[in-house]
């Protein structure tokens, strides 16, 4: 199947966003890359919408030449689910099946796409999967009101943690929350809907590219209008996953998906500007997990400063400007560093399915 550039692009801007959030050594970063404690936006709490959303336009690119089997779509959720578990219990130590963590990335993703893309072959209709997508996220948002009405987003007590309880503190995130939990799931799936109608569009042969931009762009004052005006209910949450959060964060990826479609069609050379991205973008679950376990690996081995990636840091940019300062490139460079890689399986035409 021919490949989507600004596709490709989004999806390897989210991948990179995740990576370069991930790598502050030892916690050092300036807030805007941390995600929010409990409620608020950060800009890296766009990384992880950002590929759901993206996932669900591929998968909408996809349904377009074949309808997934059943059987086809259980497979792959199965499979990022077990890739998922066997990520958490890295590294291999003793004790580790008491204290698993059982949720996580790979697993919201492999419930999202399994619960969006039922709805989405069931419905098959675009204005009753948007209907589908709100249902979703009034759903979300009634439970946590029912469960606890008087503080229905507490981190100490809320239904997302109540749900995910049932498998046991030790077995999430924290004692009080897991930002990838069970109940998250539901709103997840909503953004992913949000991406696949997107998607729907992008395939559309009928309008025309300034059509789709001014279509995408239109969707993406109303959702985030409709987010701002949600978030008057319920607080804006990626740890909950909130409906005003699934809103926002998906208003604004359609408006940078209707962007990259402009710039693209009116300035084709862009596309080397924004060819790194697009060589991640092809293989982004590799790298997500090359990465992170990369990090893992850096971190458990033993140097003076504790380990070897604090100990890199400390002897290179932790006295730039201020440590701050000094992790923001310190964590630039770890992002730019994989990007030849990703480029050789590009040219290369390799692209590693997970």
């Known amino acids: ?29 300036y807030p805007i890359f941390i995600h929010a404690a409990w409620e608020g936006l950060t800009f890296a709490d766009f990384a992880f919408p950002g590929f759901v959303f993206a996932m669900g336009i591929s998968a909408a690119v996809s349904m377009s030449k ?14 990022l689910f077990i890739i998922g578990i066997i990520f958490n219990m890295l590294p291999f130590n003793a004790g580790a099946l008491e204290n698993l963590r059982i949720f996580g990335i790979l ?28 249902c979703l996220l009034i759903l979300s948002s009634i439970g946590f009101h029912i469960y606890a009405p008087d503080n229905p987003f507490a981190e100490e007590d809320n239904i997302s943690r109540a ?36 998607g729907r569009v992008l395939i559309d ?20 209008v409709a ?22 964060t998906s208003g604004v990826e359609i408006f940078l998906f209707a962007v990259l479609i402009y710039l693209f069609d009116k300035v084709p050379r862009s596309k080397n500007f924004f060819q790194p991205l697009c060589a991640v973008g092809t293989n982004p679950l590799f790298f997500f997990l090359l990465t992170n376990i ?27 400007i201020s440590p701050q300062f000094g992790s923001m490139i310190f ?24």
Request: proline fraction near 4%; charged fraction near 15%; include cysteine.
């Open 227 to 248: 987010g701002e005006l949600w978030s008057l209910l319920d607080i804006v949450a990626k740890r909950l996953w909130t409906a005003p959060f699934a809103l926002i």
């Open 294 to 320: 990369a990090l893992m690996l850096l971190y458990i081995i033993p140097a003076p400063a504790g380990n070897f990636y604090v100990w890199i840091f400390q002897g290179t940019f932790a006295n730039l």
């Open 66 to 79: 074949r309808i997934p089997t059943t059987k086809k779509i259980l497979n792959r959720t199965a499979m």
């Open 163 to 198: 749900v995910d309880y049932i498998f046991g503190a030790n077995h999430m995130y924290t004692a009080t929350h897991d930002p990838e939990g069970l109940y998250g799931t539901i709103a997840s799936a909503a953004s992913f809907l949000f991406g696949f109608l997107v």
């Open 107 to 134: 697993q919201r993703l492999a419930l999202t796409y399994a619960l969006g893309i039922f709805i989405a072959r069931a419905i098959r209709n675009d204005f009753g999967i948007l209907i589908a997508a709100f």
């Open 331 to 354: 964590c630039a460079l770890w992002c730019i560093m994989w990007l030849p890689l990703a480029e050789f399986l590009y040219r290369r035409g390799i692209v590693i399915k997970i």
């Open 205 to 224: 042969n009928v309008t025309t590219t300034r059509g789709k931009i001014f279509l995408l762009s239109v969707a993406a004052i109303i959702f985030l």
């Open 1 to 29: 199947m021919r490949r989507i550039y600004s596709l490709d692009v989004l999806r390897g801007l989210a991948i990179m966003i995740m990576v370069f959030v991930d790598a502050p050594p030892n916690g050092i970063a």
